[in-house]
Each structure stands twice: as C-alpha cells, then as structure tokens.
C-alpha cells in the first residue's frame, strides 16, 4: 500500500521569504501522480500544483514549485515571496496510475508572520 | 470558477441514527468522491463513483455506507447506523475524467459531523 509522509507538523515563515514544505512517499508502481493541496482555515482544499511521475520536469505554479525526485521518492514544495495569504495546511498527496484515490500525507501547518 | 458546494455545513446526530450528507459536484464532472477527516488525522478515502456505480472503494467503506446520485445534480453519503467513530469531516470531490490521468479532484468545504 502507498503511503505520504509529510515529516514536518508545522513550520512558520516571515512574509516574503522562502520556505520549503517536505514529502515522502512509498510506492512499487511506476506510474502515479503528486499533488499538494493547500487548505486555509475556511477548509476548503485547493489543489496548488500537480507533478506526473513520467514528467522529469519539476512542476511550477507562479510562486510555488516542486522538487520532484523520484528515486529518492521525494517530493517537496517550495513557496517563494511567502504570502499573509499562504497560511494554511498544506497536504501531500499521491494517486497511483491505477487508481482514483488520493492518499494523503498528515499535513503540515504553514504560518506566514508579518 | 465553478466550485463543489456541500450541504449541511455542520450535522449532530445521536448514535445509531441515519444522516445523509449532500454534495453538488462541478457540473461538467462525471467522477465523484468523498473522503473522510478524523479529527487531527490524515484525509482517508472511502469511494469514488462513476456512470452510476461505485469504482473503487475503501476498507472503511462498509456496509454502513452507501452512496447515491438520486439527480443529474446532488451526490449523497448515507450512514446508516452511525457510530461515535463516525464524527469526522467529510469532504466531497469531484474529477472530469481520470482515464488519462489529467484530471484533478475539486474538493468540497466538508461537512462536520458529530455523534453523540
């Protein structure tokens, strides 16, 4: 079974900085998809950016970018020009090519200061 | 931008009675999902749903549950005895297609739902 391991439970960032969200996953297929989701206090889960496991290229979404390593099954998201706006739980998750489930990491809370 | 609205917003229910948790999905979606938080706990899957049947489903997905798109707009969760282990927020989604792997899951605002 696939499991998401997102190691950090909260992490804060001053606004404007950069900060850097981790993620592992643990898989046998070779075909799957990655995806943070972020979901401010309203809890409402937006999808953030998406990574396609045949892709070599990392994902960018404006401020937001990924470092897609999968050999070491990493997956982590990098937030520049941190945002009040930004704060909020940010979740990994993974689908498997074959399926339609996404499995998701525990989260990590980001709290951008002032 | 279309978005996945859920009705209740917040649902309290004693224990062993039935609640039917509602979802009108983004209206040019044809996959369905809906997807369990426990307090403090990671977002589980229970079942996704496609042309009127259920696709693929979880354990946690038993017998207690049911799912049903009673109209060309609503998609519902039934519990039908809930237990205690019930009280969760429970998150609806919806997907255009998953065939080529392209699309993505909108989620819903969830609904909280308490079992005394």
């Known amino acids: 079974a696939q499991t998401v391991t997102q190691s950090q439970p909260e992490m804060s960032v001053q606004e404007a900085e950069t900060v850097t969200l981790s993620c592992t996953y643990d898989t046998s297929e070779n075909n799957y998809y990655l995806f943070w989701y972020k979901q401010p206090p309203s809890r409402q889960m937006i999808l953030v950016i998406r990574q396609e496991a045949y892709k070599q290229q990392n994902a960018t979404e404006n401020r937001f970018s990924v470092n897609f390593q999968k050999a070491a099954k990493s997956f982590s998201l990098k937030i520049s020009d941190s945002q009040l706006g930004d704060t909020a739980m940010y979740f990994c998750?993974?689908?498997?090519?074959?399926?339609?489930?996404?499995?998701f990491g525990k989260g990590t809370k980001l709290t951008v200061n002032p | 931008e279309p978005e996945v609205t859920q009705t209740p917003s917040h649902q309290v229910t004693q224990m062993g009675q039935e609640v039917i948790l509602r979802c009108v999905p983004i209206?040019?979606?044809?996959?369905f999902y809906w997807y369990r938080q426990i307090l403090g706990q990671k977002v589980e899957f229970l079942v996704s749903?496609?042309?009127?049947?259920?696709?693929?489903k979880s354990e946690i997905f038993d017998d207690q549950f049911s799912v049903e798109r009673p109209d060309g707009s609503n998609f519902t969760l039934k519990i039908r005895s809930t237990k205690l282990e019930d009280s969760a927020m429970y998150f609806c989604?919806?997907?255009?297609?998953?065939?080529?792997?392209?699309?993505?899951?909108?989620f819903g605002p969830g609904t909280r739902l308490l079992v005394l």
């Open positions: 998750a993974f689908r498997g090519g074959g399926s339609e489930k996404l499995v």
């Open positions: 989604a919806s997907s255009r297609r998953t065939w080529s792997g392209q699309e993505t899951q909108y």
């Open positions: 749903f496609y042309n009127n049947e259920i696709s693929e």
């Open positions: 209206s040019n979606h044809l996959y």
